[in-house]
């Protein structure tokens, strides 16, 4: 990912937009599937996929990033746009 993609993933229906620069010291975080976790590879900091920290180093959590909405895809039968 480059420092202007973002990061994301869903829970309870929502999508969370996150950057993926570790606030510790930068480095790009990875997505653990397994664990369901954000890892920073550079010093074991891992955020959870919210963006919360979890443990490590970081002392605040992954940055929330802007979606645009027309990268955003729906799931079937959900509208574009609410009906006029």
Known sequence: ???????????????????????????HVHWNDEEKTWDCPC????????????????????AEAALEEEKVKRPFGVPDREPA
């Open 1 to 27: 990912m480059g420092p202007d993609s973002s990061a994301s993933t869903r829970s309870a229906a929502r999508i969370h937009a996150l950057s993926p620069v570790c606030r510790h010291m930068g480095c």
């Open 43 to 62: 010093h074991g900091g891992r955020c959870a996929g919210t963006g919360e920290v979890l443990n490590g180093l970081p002392v605040s959590g992954l």
